[in-house]
């Protein structure tokens, strides 16, 4: 059983920035593709970013270089430095991680005001 705990997620102003940090109990996390996904009120889960086990990075269409995902293996870490945050980005904000299993984060709230 994998346990991941986000953190990092607060209350800002538009044009400001934020880092989410999630931390994962495995020693295997070197192996592990990782995400960060978001659900705002009332719509769907949405992929925001993701980084594979050799570093890759991939991110959704909106974040428009906004964002920045990182991981550290010998932390069993990966972060989302989220710079120039917009109202549109409140939402709570899951770490992902696909093993055997799949597992989820209890989430961070991001809010941002105008």
């Known amino acids: 059983q994998v346990q991941l705990v986000e953190s990092g997620g607060g209350s800002v102003l538009a044009g400001e920035s934020l880092r989410l940090s999630c931390a994962a109990s495995?020693?295997?996390?070197?192996?592990?593709?990782m995400y960060w996904y978001r659900q705002a009120p009332g719509k769907q889960r949405e992929l925001v970013a993701g980084i594979t086990s050799d570093q890759n990075t991939n991110y959704a269409d909106f974040v428009e270089g906004r964002f920045t995902i990182a991981r550290d293996n010998a932390k069993n870490t990966i972060s989302l430095q989220m710079n120039n945050l917009k109202p549109e980005d409140t939402a709570v904000y899951y770490c992902h991680l696909v093993a055997r299993a799949t597992y989820w984060g209890q989430g961070t709230q991001v809010t941002v005001s105008p």
């Open positions: 495995t020693s295997n996390f070197r192996f592990y593709n």
